[in-house]
């Protein structure tokens, strides 16, 4: 049975892993902790790596209905869990919806990190041209649900270039997938606050990424304090960069 520790109202599951820096890892929309984890695994040579599932994922609990959520509200679950395990600061490792969490903690909590990677970041506020690829995703989705087949609304909602282990997680935790989805809007940014954050941060755009995801991994490195860009490499290494 893996441990869990109290998150904001509920109980959050995680693996821990190595001795050294600490290390949170977030995963994105339909992942999992112990995805991630797996593929992050040689951090824990030189550091200890915490993943956990995020609330409504895997064995991690949420509210019944669990219909919404937003950036913050996840965001805290992040840092109750830092305080909970005594982790913090941390090097954040965030991938897709994870990298908002990470962000909005380098922005509202920096006490509790040392610095992030932010993988594929998908702030979609800054980039206008994105607005029509979103609504026909949205269309997608609603489309399929109408049509009773949640699994055809995760497959529009992950879009083509999801891997099986991706789509079987995301199609096992579906509810809170959609919850996630409705939450990608919520995180408020201001510019100052975006330039006022002196933390080193990473923003990586993968080769998967979209091209609105890669418009805004660049406009966010320009708009962040003290980032770099890193254009079609691995969060594992991002990650091993910023231990070293």
Do not use: W
């Not at 790596?49 to 805290?76: C, F, H, I, M, N």
């Not at 408020?188 to 954050?197: I, K, N, P």
Request: hydrophobic share 45%.
């Amino acid at each position: 049975m893996t441990p869990s520790a109290a998150g904001v109202g509920v109980q959050l599951h995680y693996l821990s892993s190595g001795k050294g820096p600490a290390v949170l890892v977030i995963h994105g929309i339909g992942g999992g902790g112990e995805m991630l984890a797996a593929e992050l695994a040689p951090l824990a040579d030189s550091s200890s790596v915490v993943s956990y599932d995020r609330r409504g994922y895997g064995k991690s609990e949420a509210p019944e209905p669990y219909l919404a959520t937003t950036v913050t509200e996840q965001s805290e679950d992040a840092a109750a869990l830092l305080l909970a395990l005594g982790a913090g600061p941390a090097l954040l490792v965030g991938v897709d919806f994870g990298a908002l969490i990470a962000l909005d903690l380098c922005l509202r909590r920096p006490e509790l990190v040392s610095a992030a990677v932010l993988a594929d970041p998908p702030v979609y506020s800054l980039d206008v041209e994105s607005t029509r690829e979103l609504a026909e995703q949205r269309g997608a989705i609603e489309e399929a649900l109408l049509a009773g087949s949640t699994d055809q609304a995760i497959e529009a909602l992950l879009g083509a270039n999801a891997d099986g282990d991706l789509l079987a997680s995301a199609q096992a935790n579906s509810g809170a997938c959609f919850a996630d989805y409705g939450g990608l809007a919520s995180l408020e940014l201001t510019h100052r606050q975006m330039r006022d954050c002196r933390l080193p941060i990473k923003i990586l755009s993968t080769p998967s990424a979209s091209a609105p995801l890669a418009r805004i991994a660049g406009e966010l490195d320009g708009l962040l304090g003290n980032s770099a860009l890193i254009v079609g490499g691995d969060v594992g290494a991002a990650a091993g960069a910023l231990l070293d």
